[in-house]
T-cell receptor, first 114, second 117 residues
Framework: AQSVTQPDIHITVSEGASLELRCNYS??????LFWYVQSPGQGLQLLLKYFSGDTLVQGIKGFEAEFKRSQSSFNLRKPSVHWSDAAEYFCAVQIKAAGNKLTFGGGTRVLVKP | GAVVSQHPSWVICKSGTSVKIECRSL??????MFWYRQFPKQSLMLMATSNEGSKATYEQGVEKDKFLINHASLTLSTLTVTSAHPEDSSFYICSAPLARDGTYEQYFGPGTRLTVT
């Protein structure tokens, strides 16, 4: 079965600094890959997704992610974080053959220092 | 577009009672919906797949008789927690898939916080 690992439970970053969130997956083929953000009191919002093509994917809110097949990774980055980026971030994989179900990583909580 | 709502947003019930949570796709149809459970500071765990017109498919370890799922129409799925106990207290989230750009994107409801006293 597929699995998703987000090694960092918490990350604290200063406002204006860069941010990188790690995501590794385990699956025999290339799954569809997603990054979601969950803010308190709000539902999960899709930041970006990858399923084929260019391995560098641009998303909303200034985020981007790079798919690296050799490392089974899909790391999320933002060059300059804003205080509003403080939230929980989830990496997820979707396997079409498994009925398009999502498997989530454990999440990374991002704290932004002023 | 692609909005999913949940009702109620929070509910408190007494141990032994049942509570129903609704998930609606407001502006699109969904033959399939998914129910997740999220404990505090943890990730989302898929509980079951709700299928319109047929039985739900439950993930391993999820009690189907305790978590009753009914996909009544192409825009509504309900999760009923029967004979609730304090350990059922959690954040329940639903999602509905919509085909976009060659794949299915999941649109999530805002969640329902259940507290069983």
């Amino acid at each position: 079965a597929q699995s998703v690992t987000q090694p960092d439970i918490h990350i604290t970053v200063s406002e204006g600094a860069s941010l990188e969130l790690r995501c590794n997956y385990s699956y025999g083929a290339t799954p569809y890959l997603f990054w979601y953000v969950q803010s308190p009191g709000q539902g999960l919002q899709l930041l970006l997704k990858y399923f084929s093509g260019d391995t560098l994917v641009q998303g909303i809110k200034g985020f981007e992610a790079e798919f690296k097949r050799s490392q089974s990774s899909f790391n999320l980055r933002k060059p300059s974080v804003h205080w509003s980026d403080a939230a929980e971030y989830f990496c997820a994989v979707q396997i079409k053959a498994a009925g398009n179900k999502l498997t989530f990583g454990g999440g990374t909580r991002v704290l932004v220092k002023p | 577009g692609a909005v999913v709502s949940q009702h109620p947003s929070w509910v408190i019930c007494k141990s032994g009672t049942s509570v129903k949570i609704e998930c609606r796709s407001l502006d699109f149809q969904a033959t399939t919906m998914f129910w997740y459970r999220q404990f505090p500071k943890q990730s989302l765990m898929l509980m079951a797949t709700s299928n319109e017109g047929s039985k739900a498919t439950y993930e391993q370890g999820v009690e189907k008789d305790k978590f009753l799922i009914n996909h009544a129409s192409l825009t509504l799925s309900t999760l009923t927690v029967t004979s609730a106990h304090p350990e059922d207290s959690s954040f329940y989230i639903c999602s509905a898939p919509l085909a976009r750009d060659g794949t299915y994107e999941q649109y999530f409801g805002p969640g329902t916080r259940l507290t069983v006293t």
